[in-house]
């Protein structure tokens, strides 16, 4: 059973900094297209970063520069550091995988995570 587990979301004011983790287990991480998704009340789900099985990244406009997406495939964790965190990235934050090689494909893979919960506010 393919199982990823999210953690380290929270309450934190704006500028804060936070520093998510998706654990998986039941899959060969290192061959995993990752990718860190969140949903806003009344949003659609929408992509934040993705790593590919190769390293390659991918990050949206709307968190370039502050957000960075990471892996250790020693560990089968995934990473989503955050920083100048605003309002605005205020939303349930799911991992999200798939065991594909492709170098250059980003998008949604089969396997997802529950979510953690991120607010910013003062």
């Known amino acids: 059973q393919v199982q990823l587990v999210e953690s380290g979301g929270g309450l934190v004011q704006p500028g804060g900094s936070l520093r998510l983790s998706c654990a998986a287990s039941?899959?060969?991480?290192?061959?995993?297209?990752l990718g860190w998704y969140r949903q806003a009340p009344g949003k659609q789900r929408e992509l934040v970063a993705a790593?590919?099985?190769?390293?390659?990244?991918k990050t949206v406009d709307s968190v370039k520069g502050r957000f960075t997406i990471s892996r250790d495939n020693t560990r089968n964790t995934a990473y989503l550091q955050m920083n100048s965190l605003k309002p605005e990235d205020t939303a349930v934050y799911y991992c999200?995988?798939?065991?594909?090689?492709?170098?250059?494909?980003?998008?949604?893979?089969?396997?997802w995570g529950q979510g953690t919960q991120v607010t910013v506010s003062s």
């Open positions: 039941g899959i060969i991480f290192s061959h995993c297209r």
């Open positions: 790593i590919t099985s190769g390293g390659n990244i």
């Open positions: 999200n995988a798939d065991p594909d090689l492709s170098n250059t494909y980003y998008g949604p893979g089969r396997y």
